[in-house]
T-cell receptor
Framework: GQSLEQPSEVTAVEGAIVQINCTYQTSGFYGLSWYQQHDGGAPTFLSYNALDGLEETGRFSSFLSRSDSYGYLLLQELQMKDSASYFCAFNAGKSTFGDGTTLTVKP | NAGVTQTPKFQVLKTGQSMTLQCAQD?????MYWYRQDPGMGLRLIYYSASEGTTDKGEVPNGYNVSRLNKREFSLRLESAAPSQTSVYFC????????????FGPGTRLTVT
């Protein structure tokens, strides 16, 4: 099977940088995706890594190390609106999501 | 272009009742998914359809059935609802199983009493 592990909660202050880690186990790797979900809303796609290294999309970046079965989402210049849950996920085939990390941004 | 739509948005059922959740996408995607999300939890895959005409069980299929009616539509049926099925149900679609971005519907909030 496949599984993904993330910290359950992270707290940071406005303007800071926060890193949300994800370690995974899978027999076949096709890429790691990240999603954001605000309270009461649907998940929305943020970023994706198929190969090792850093992918940057505005204030959000995602990193992957396939040899370590590890990735992270980096959020810079945190804003209050970034308070949400963040999920790492495998999309391929039998899609699997981590349990999510709740990010609280404080003023 | 509506993306992924789900009906109904809210539903209350009594134990033992049945209902069908509807999902449709207009992005010409091949693969579609049904998830449930319990409070404070991640998304758990119920069933998925990699392409039109195929369906497969996910992590938590018991108590559910699905139908891939055509390329656009993927429905989820609860034959005899139980309180343990109280949850938020999300439908999602993706271009194909190796693509990287799933598109989610707004969700159906189901309460079984």
């Amino acid at each position: 099977g496949q599984s993904l592990e993330q910290p359950s909660e992270v707290t940071a202050v406005e303007g800071a940088i926060v890193q949300i880690n994800c370690t995974y186990q899978t027999s076949g790797f096709y890429g790691l995706s990240w999603y954001q979900q605000h309270d009461g809303g649907a998940p929305t796609f943020l970023s994706y890594n198929a190969l090792d290294g850093l992918e940057e999309t505005g204030r959000f970046s995602s990193f992957l190390s396939r040899s370590d079965s590890y990735g992270y989402l980096l959020l810079q210049e945190l804003q209050m609106k970034d308070s949400a849950s963040y999920f790492c996920a495998f999309n391929a085939g039998k899609s699997t999501f981590g349990d999510g990390t709740t990010l609280t941004v404080k003023p | 272009n509506a993306g992924v739509t789900q009906t109904p948005k809210f539903q209350v059922l009594k134990t033992g009742q049945s209902m069908t959740l509807q999902c449709a996408q207009d992005m010409n995607h091949n693969s579609m998914y049904w998830y449930r999300q319990d409070p404070g939890m991640g998304l758990r895959l119920i069933y998925y359809s990699a392409s039109e005409g195929t369906t497969d069980k996910g992590e938590v299929p018991n108590g559910y059935n699905v139908s891939r009616l055509n390329k656009r539509e993927f429905s989820l049926r609860l034959e005899s609802a139980a309180p343990s099925q109280t949850s938020v149900y999300f439908c999602a679609s993706i271009l194909d199983p190796t693509s990287y971005e799933q598109y989610f519907g707004p969700g159906t909030r189901l309460t079984v009493t």
